[in-house]
């Protein structure tokens, strides 16, 4: 679905992507893993279409991304972040909010808002101020927005950085079972590998820019070697 080609980024006179080949097939859910300062997020922006790359070429559907698709593009993505940035509305004003943005009819976005609310187990939220809830409510609220906009592609920015383990857990679980059930294609950042055997089968591991191996999790994490230099680079 997604195929990015010789693509380089520089920020600041310094280099921070250099990937000669990436590919996120339809209906898969892959984890891109790596320490702090790897390029992981500075990828998942660039795929995303909200930072523009230095050279190289990104494909949706076989489709070329440019200034004259973009808004079309971006429209059959939604993005979540380690931080919720929601509305100064209430919580279902977040969500109906993004899909009359989006053009959603209002009966289908007052729908859609209800259907993934009681989803995420938030509906007793709904006409509660989003910037009073909790960091574990918030970001419910920020998943069940990205959900209801029923995109093509989800990315996740380190989603769950912020949450104590127990909260991060179940938010994990019911997100894992949802991705199933809905088949959405799925780009999942994080540097914690305990996370990715909820969501993913696959990664890919970046280091200094690059995306340094790829593969399952089994298969990535069974080369010890290259486990140890990507996730501990000072360690030779």
Not at 10 to 20: A, C, K, P, T
Not at 54 to 82: C, P
Not at 88 to 110: Q, S
Not at 204 to 217: F, N
Request: net charge positive.
């Amino acid at each position: 679905m997604i195929v990015a080609e010789n693509l380089r980024l520089e920020l600041g006179g310094r280099e921070v992507l250099n990937v000669d080949h990436f590919a996120l097939p339809r209906g898969e859910v892959l984890a891109l893993v790596g320490p702090n300062g790897a390029g992981k997020t500075s990828l998942l922006l660039t795929l995303a279409l909200l930072q523009k790359p230095t050279s190289g070429v990104i494909r949706f559907d076989g489709q070329v991304a440019g200034k004259d698709n973009l808004v079309e593009l971006r429209r059959r993505m939604a993005v979540v972040f380690q931080e919720a940035l929601l509305l100064d509305t209430t919580v279902e004003g977040n969500l109906m909010t993004a899909l009359r943005i989006r053009r959603v009819p209002r009966r289908e976005a007052r729908s859609r808002t209800e259907k993934w609310l009681a989803r995420f187990g938030i509906a007793h939220l709904a006409r509660r101020p989003a910037r009073q809830l909790s960091g574990g409510e918030a970001q419910r609220v920020n998943l069940a927005r990205a959900f209801a906009l029923e995109p093509e592609v989800l990315f996740l920015d380190e989603p769950f950085a912020a949450l104590d383990y127990p909260t991060r857990n179940a938010l994990l679980e019911e997100l894992g079972a949802l991705l199933r059930d809905t088949g959405i294609t799925t780009l999942f950042v994080t540097h914690d590998y305990t996370e990715i055997p909820y969501l993913a089968e696959r990664l890919a591991v970046m280091y200094a820019g690059q995306i340094v191996k790829s593969g399952t999790v089994r298969q990535v994490f069974g080369d010890e070697v290259l486990a140890r230099k990507a996730w501990v680079p000072w360690d030779t």
